[in-house]
Nanobody, 124 residues
């Protein structure tokens, strides 16, 4: 099993920055794909960003391209999401996800492991 714990959420003004972290434990070495998703109140969970096992391949939702950066530190079994130029529409609970199959994953149904989520609130 793999356990994921997110941290770094909070309240920030529009235009500000936050960095989310996702620490993996358990059978973390078996993880080959990771991603970030978010869910705003009354909306479905949506894809934000994905990264492959060695961190060399990444992809982003159009809504966050150029503002968010996904990265991972395999030595620390930790994934990050640097969020800059935040907008009120970025307000959501952010979840990290992990899977043990190869390649970038864009659908929530492709991930087997999930964190508990961390709240990000951007005020206008």
């Amino acid at each position: 099993q793999v356990q994921l714990v997110e941290s770094g959420g909070g309240l920030v003004q529009a235009g500000g920055s936050l960095r989310l972290s996702c620490a993996a434990s358990g059978r973390a070495l078996s993880i080959t794909a990771m991603g970030w998703f978010r869910q705003a109140p009354g909306k479905e969970r949506e894809f934000v960003a994905a990264i492959n096992w060695n961190g060399r391949s990444t992809n982003y939702a159009d809504s966050v391209k150029g503002r968010f950066t996904i990265s991972k530190d395999n030595a620390r079994n930790t994934m990050y999401l640097q969020m800059n130029s935040l907008k009120p529409e970025d307000t959501a609970v952010y979840y990290c996800a992990a899977d043990r199959s190869l390649g970038l994953k864009y659908s929530q149904y492709d991930y087997d492991y999930w964190g508990q989520g961390t709240q990000v609130t951007v005020s206008s």
